[in-house]
């Protein structure tokens, strides 16, 4: 079939044809908005589960529903080596930018200031003018190097001059997980006071499982958050992601060619997108067979085992890969950290270093005490596929 008209994009972040499973998530985001709108500030909504479920699809569409409202909206993904402070910083400078005029009102003038603070707060020799003379403006003062206190002043700043357009700031977070605790604990208390404070502003973080608890153990107020559990998709919503995008396309799927990407794909979306892509190449007909399908399973099958996997299984170590196998075949689901150690003839507190290593690359995470389990769904047959 044309390539050119394959509707299928396997990718990260990557939103699909047919954005289907959502409607809860995205309802919830657009009343929060509309309550900002009206002065009510929600509490942050935070969207964790394993890789390859849709977050980052997921929060991205919420960026997309903010600016669709004329929000002024920051989304950046934590890590990389790079401190929350400079994302959310460089963040801002392009929505700033985009509204900064000679007609500026005083709270968007005191906003730009603030921000041309801020920057200098992590980048001494970076400047920001923004094209305008703000020596008379008030603001600034987000240079204090405490980052809650910089951070509380430049949001609440920014916020207040959105505001004054009868709108809000949008800060989304991907990645989560990999901020510092301190970060963590900063953007919990930041949120806390735009909430109580009724600024126009709202928090929206996704990450791996373990995020919850990580927030609640940097603050205990975090538990008000607004958690939604994204998990793979139901029966009827994997056929839906399927099935709209060819449709639209003109072409349909034969019954037995659904459900076998179906269940090969365990009900993921990226899985799915990327079966589906893979089955629509190789199909010829304006319908898609059991054997198109099941040769785009293989054919899809070895490019997730190329970069989905392998991108994460390369990032190992001797000791890590090790570690790993042993948590099969029961990792998927969770298995517990004494019967690794017994498989592997070591103590639970020497292998404590690698497990602690695993789960801060995002590998592995604990469910419930005692427990370890992939954050990658499929880890179990794809670490089976590799030589020992």
């Known amino acids: 079939m044309d390539a050119v008209r394959n509707p299928y994009v396997p990718g990260a972040g990557r939103k699909p044809s047919a954005l289907v499973g959502r ?15 009206r002065g009510i500030t929600d509490q942050p909504l935070v969207l964790f589960g394993l890789r390859g479920v849709g977050k980052t699809v997921l929060l991205t569409q919420l960026r997309h529903d903010a600016q669709a409202r004329n929000w002024l909206v920051v989304q950046v993904e934590a890590g ?25 009102g005083q709270r968007l003038l005191r906003a730009l200031r603030t921000a041309v603070s801020f920057k200098a707060s992590y980048d001494a020799a970076g400047t920001w003018t923004f094209g305008l003379d703000l020596a008379d403006a008030s603001g600034g003062g987000a240079d204090s190097g405490i980052l809650e206190t910089d ?6 700043d920014v916020a207040l001059a959105a505001g004054e ?11 989560a997980q990999d901020l510092s605790s301190d970060e963590l ?10 909430a109580q404070d009724n600024w126009p502003v709202l928090f929206a973080m996704a ?19 607004q958690f939604s559990h994204i998990e793979r998709l139901s029966t009827e919503d994997a056929k839906a992601a399927i099935l709209r995008p060819a449709d639209a396309e003109g072409v349909s799927w034969a019954p037995d060619a659904l459900e076998l990407v179906v269940n090969s794909s365990g009900r993921y979306p990226y899985f799915i997108q990327q079966f589906g892509q893979e089955a629509w190449n190789v199909a010829t007909g304006s319908q898609i067979e059991q054997p198109d399908a099941r040769l785009g399973v293989a054919l899809g099958q070895n490019k997730l085992d190329s970069g989905f996997f392998r991108s994460r299984w390369d990032r190992t170590t001797a000791a890590e890969k090790k ?17 690794v150690a017994n498989r592997l003839r070591k103590t639970i507190n020497a292998l404590g270093p690698v497990r602690a290593n695993l789960i801060h690359k995002g590998l592995v995470y604990a469910p419930d005490h005692g427990i370890i389990a992939f954050t990658v769904p499929g880890m179990t047959e794809f670490i089976g596929r590799q030589p020992e």
């Open 165 to 175: 357009s009868h709108v809000g700031l949008a800060v989304l977070i991907d990645e």
């Open 185 to 194: 604990t900063t953007l919990a208390v930041v949120a806390q006071s735009a």
């Open 80 to 104: 990389a080596g790079r401190s929350l402070r400079e994302l959310l910083g460089e963040g801002l400078y392009e929505p700033l930018s985009d509204i900064a005029k000679p007609s500026a």
């Open 207 to 225: 990450g791996l499982p373990r995020l919850p608890q990580t927030l609640a153990e940097a603050k205990s107020y975090t538990e008000r958050f």
């Open 323 to 339: 570690y790993l196998r042993a948590m099969c075949p029961e990792g998927d689901i969770g298995v517990g950290s004494g019967e």
């Open 23 to 37: 409607d809860a998530e995205l309802a919830a985001w657009s009343v929060a908005l509309q309550r900002c709108e």
């Open 151 to 156: 951070l509380k002043r430049i949001i609440k």
